[in-house]
């Protein structure tokens, strides 16, 4: 069965700092794998996906992600964290072996502090 | 295009009373999903659709909750009879058909149901 698992619930960061949201997965097949954020009160976005070739794979609002098939991570970066960059981040594997499901991990909150 | 189209956006409700949550995907995706969003459980996938027949209803918790895809543009999700513990927020996405390059599944902004 497919699973992720996104090991930290909250993370605080400053203004202008870097960002590093962790992401591992379990697939028995080539995976599909997504970063969507959801702002409060709002439905999900999808930020970024990687479904194969070059595995750093660069997305909307400046952030990135990198696959690790080595390390079943698909860890999500953002070199400088604006204000508005505060939400919740969800991470999701899927493909045609899971029958187009998306398996979603719990989510990490970032606080952005001033 | 207008993307997934969730309404109502709140609902409020008694306990025993019918819910009915729609749902319009966006114009040429097949596939439709419905989830649940909750603090204790996270996000769910109750039930989804492609070309309007029901693939996998395993996320359903029980047999008050009930879904309906009567034409690609429209899909419904009822709870009957509604109990509290039923509060959450349901989104509803939908993608292209299955056997497409991707796939990214769009979001609608969700119903926030509050069952007293």
């Known amino acids: 069965a497919q699973s992720v698992t996104q090991p930290d619930i909250h993370i605080t960061v400053s203004e202008g700092a870097s960002l590093e949201l962790r992401c591992n997965y379990s697939?028995?097949?080539?995976?599909?794998l997504f970063w969507y954020v959801q702002s409060p009160g709002q439905g999900l976005q999808l930020l970024l996906k990687?479904?194969?070739?070059?595995?750093l794979v660069q997305g909307i609002k400046g952030f990135e992600a990198e696959f690790k098939r080595s390390q079943s991570s698909f860890n999500l970066r953002k070199p400088s964290v604006h204000w508005s960059d505060a939400a919740e981040y969800f991470c999701?594997?899927?493909?045609?072996?899971?029958?187009?499901?998306?398996?979603f991990g719990g989510g990490t909150r970032v606080l952005v502090k001033p | 295009d207008a993307g997934v189209i969730q309404s109502p956006r709140h609902e409020v409700t008694e306990m025993g009373q019918e819910v009915t949550l729609r749902c319009k995907p966006i114009?040429?995706?097949?596939?439709l999903f419905w989830y649940r969003q909750t603090m204790m459980r996270g996000l769910e996938l109750l039930i989804y659709?492609?070309?309007?027949?029901?693939?996998?209803d395993s996320g359903m918790p029980e047999d008050r909750f009930s879904a309906k895809m009567p034409n690609a543009s429209f899909s419904t999700l009822k709870i009957q009879p509604s109990e509290p513990r039923d509060s959450a927020v349901y989104f509803c996405?939908?993608?292209?058909?299955?056997?497409?390059?991707?796939?990214?599944?769009?979001f609608g902004p969700g119903t926030r149901l509050t069952v007293l």
């Open positions: 659709f492609n070309n309007n027949v029901p693939i996998d």
């Open positions: 999701a594997v899927g493909g045609s072996a899971a029958g187009n499901k998306l398996t």
């Open positions: 114009s040429g995706h097949n596939s």
């Open positions: 996405a939908s993608r292209l058909p299955p056997g497409s390059s991707y796939n990214e599944q769009f």
């Open positions: 990687y479904f194969s070739g070059d595995t």
């Open positions: 697939y028995g097949a080539t995976p599909y």
